[in-house]
């Protein structure tokens, strides 16, 4: 946390106040003044709202604030010399710097009113970061500046040409414009094509690696500026794919997806909440947060969804998916989010829960932040909630009071499903009900997980106790639920994944190796043939499809019908003919697949398997239950169907008593996912339950 021996005089709640931070004038390379200023947003006042991350608390330098010493986080320091002006006053709203962060009565009034803040303000700058230009400059160089250079990028819906010919014909070596800075965005495409289609761009050692840089991102923003005009990715690559302006690009937007700024908590309500389109500082590049955004959400229907990248896309090199995967998953979810803020209307506590599952991967370094810090996304929802920031409650008690309200709003348990990584800290504090809201594993999200959960019924509606606390006993943070054993876990696998998978013929053949009791051809437990009760088990008896009614296009399941059993159980035999060189497969009236219907079939398997899957473990039961569960299952566990879950729990077993289990996690358990096994009329077999 930044320190000072800044002197903070009081802010008035009644008159909506908050301090402006005016940065003064100065030269490139000097020291940094500024002075606060108190104003009423009832007032109107104009500033810009700067959104960037803190980074180190312990990485400070000193700047100046009213005459006093104030330590600023280097990447503070870094985001004020780029927005500062050599000769104007430029008015910020800066969050370190204007509330008093040792006064945790501030910090909660202030950090109430960010959503006005934001939307408040004229412009939001985002500092992305700096760009790795500045360590290619001398100090001597920067010495003579009194601004840094500055590289503006245009969003617009103009269709950019491909011009046939470089710009210039007097060779590579001239196409940096003068300055390396101030060319037009057409200009800038033409010059990246002329650079992959030159056979000795970069060949010969004659840039220095501050114009290898800039031409890189200047390629990459290239790319995104044909991207958010609706060019496919293949006519962003005019030349061969090992190019060095290719490559180069690639390594730039490699970059430029590893800053920080992506992954932190509070960035979402500043991208989101402003009226206009956000700036975004990424070194000497200032471009549309919109630009970047679109470019990268967008790329998925063309290499995964459409027919027109395909097979471009198959010609990449791994490592160049790898960057362009990641830089369209990071900005799909900024841009999934956005589109489902801005089309669809929920009550608060809905939208806070989706936000959650849709923020998992962003961090805070005050875990409460990962929930104050969506708290402004809130409030044109309906239904508001008994939430606000409160910077004295403990993180425990925050997060048990969130999951509370949900399971009260829902009446129902769909909180427990989640699949995560308990590794934070503050999960071990945390009772195993109450979801920590970190990173997921595997290859479903946690709104995925919702949407697979939502298809099932394993208790049917029936009377009964809500959940609610334990109140009054030892362990007053326990969940009191109903439910009703099933069996206990047998036998495990160890977790699949897609990764350590070397042949999915031989991963299909090892399950049903382990699932193959010997004893019959069909399964104990609905007596249907043990080949389908297996194909839906390692289905998770749900298929896939894609729907495009959002820019980012929504992966959405449906329950497997009889078609879905009898495609994925043809993939074994197309694979096994495959496995030994044969080329003819038959369908069930006797002709011959295809090759196409052969593809199809085992992509089909393959793609449905990993959803159902991925990061999860297969297991049998002391009944012969066939199931899947979360990784840290053990044997000895227990499966038992809860009143308020739509789908079997996982729980084990605790010390503390016979009532008492500890929520591992959710299950797939073939034969009971539709009420098969749910207590009747009478509630035979309904037990309460201490969840701690």
């Not at 962060?101 to 202030?110: R, S, V």
């Not at 840039?207 to 991102?217: E, G």
């Not at 947060?289 to 471009?312: N, Q, T, V």
């Not at 979360?630 to 084990?652: A, K, M």
Request: with cysteine.
């Amino acid at each position: 946390m930044p320190s000072s021996e800044l002197q903070y005089g009081p802010l008035h709640q009644q008159d909506h106040s908050i301090r402006l931070l005016r940065l003064l004038p100065g030269r490139w390379l000097d020291n940094i003044h500024c002075e606060l200023e108190t104003v009423s947003l009832d007032d109107n006042p104009a500033y810009d709202a700067l959104s960037y991350v803190w980074g180190n608390p312990q990485d400070t330098s000193v700047i100046t604030v009213d005459g006093s010493p104030f330590q600023a986080t280097k990447n503070l320091v870094a985001a004020l010399r780029r927005l500062r002006s050599s000769v104007e006053v430029k008015v910020l709203w800066v969050d370190a710097v204007c509330i008093n962060q040792a006064d945790n009565d501030e910090k909660t009034h202030q950090v109430g009113m960010m959503a006005r803040i934001y939307r408040s303000a004229a412009d939001v700058q985002v500092f992305l970061g700096e760009s790795g230009v500045l360590d290619l400059v001398p100090d001597e160089e920067q010495a003579l500046w009194d601004e840094a250079p500055r590289v503006h990028w245009v969003r617009d819906a103009t269709m950019l040409i491909h011009t046939e010919h470089p710009p210039h014909k007097d060779g590579v070596r001239q196409l940096e414009p003068q300055g390396g800075l101030n060319p037009t965005d057409q200009e800038r495409v033409d010059q990246f094509f002329a650079r992959q289609q030159s056979p000795v761009y970069g060949s010969h050692g004659e840039l220095s690696p501050l114009q290898r840089l800039r031409h890189s991102q200047s390629g990459a923003f290239a790319m995104m500026k044909m991207l958010s005009n609706g060019r496919c990715l293949k006519a962003c690559c005019p030349g061969p794919v090992d190019s060095c302006a290719w490559t180069g690009a690639l390594e730039a937007i490699a970059h430029l997806v590893s800053l920080p700024w992506w992954s932190r908590a509070w960035v979402l309500q500043e991208a989101i909440l402003p009226r206009r389109d956000v700036l975004a500082i990424y070194g000497e590049i200032i471009v549309p947060m919109g630009l970047i955004e679109d470019s990268g959400a967008i790329l998925p229907r063309h290499y995964a969804r459409g027919d027109c990248c395909k097979r471009f896309w198959n010609s990449l090199p791994p490592v160049q998916r790898t960057t362009l995967e990641a830089f369209a998953y990071t900005m799909g979810q900024l841009e999934g989010i956005r589109e489902t803020f801005r089309m669809f209307k929920m009550k608060q506590i809905e939208m806070l829960k989706y936000l959650l599952d849709k923020t998992r991967f962003k961090e805070a370094t005050d875990p409460r932040d990962k929930i104050y810090g969506l708290l402004g996304l809130l409030d044109k929802c309906d239904d508001p909630i008994q939430l606000g920031p409160d910077y004295r409650l403990p993180a425990r008690d925050l997060y048990i009071n969130v999951a509370l309200q949900m399971i009260n709003f829902t009446r129902g348990l769909s909180i427990l499903h989640h699949h995560e990584l308990r590794s934070p800290a503050l999960c071990s504090e945390l009772p195993s009900w109450a979801p920590c809201w970190g990173p997921t594993y595997g290859s479903l999200t946690p709104f995925q997980i919702g949407e697979r959960t939502a298809n099932f019924l394993a208790w049917p509606p029936a009377p009964g106790t809500m959940p609610h606390l334990a109140a009054g006993t030892n362990n007053p943070d326990a969940l009191v639920v109903e439910g009703k054993f099933i069996s206990k876990v047998s036998a495990i696998t160890t977790p699949v994944t897609k990764a350590t998978t070397t042949s999915f013929l031989s991963l299909l053949t090892y399950l049903k190796g382990f699932f193959d009791t010997g004893q019959s051809s069909f399964y104990p437990i609905t007596q249907e043939p043990a080949g389908d009760a297996l194909a839906r088990t390692l289905l998770g008896d749900q298929v896939f499809e894609i729907r495009y009614e959002l820019k980012t296009g929504q992966v959405v399941f449906d329950r497997a019908y009889p078609g879905d059993i009898q495609m994925f159980r043809r993939a074994w035999p197309i694979l096994t003919a495959q496995e030994i060189g044969l080329n003819l497969v038959l369908m069930s009236d006797g002709t011959a697949m295809d090759d196409e219907a052969k593809a199809r079939a085992v992509s089909h398997a393959e793609e449905n398997f990993w959803y159902a899957n991925e990061g999860r473990v297969l297991f049998r039961t002391e009944e012969g239950h066939f199931g899947s569960g979360p990784r840290n299952i053990e044997v000895g566990d227990e499966v038992w169907v809860v009143l308020g879950s739509l789908v079997p729990l996982v729980l084990r077993r605790v010390p503390e008593g016979d009532k008492y289990r500890k929520l591992v996690g959710y299950g797939y358990v073939h034969g009971i996912m539709d009420g098969e096994a749910a207590p009747g009329a009478d509630g035979e077999g309904k037990r309460e339950l201490y969840l701690v």
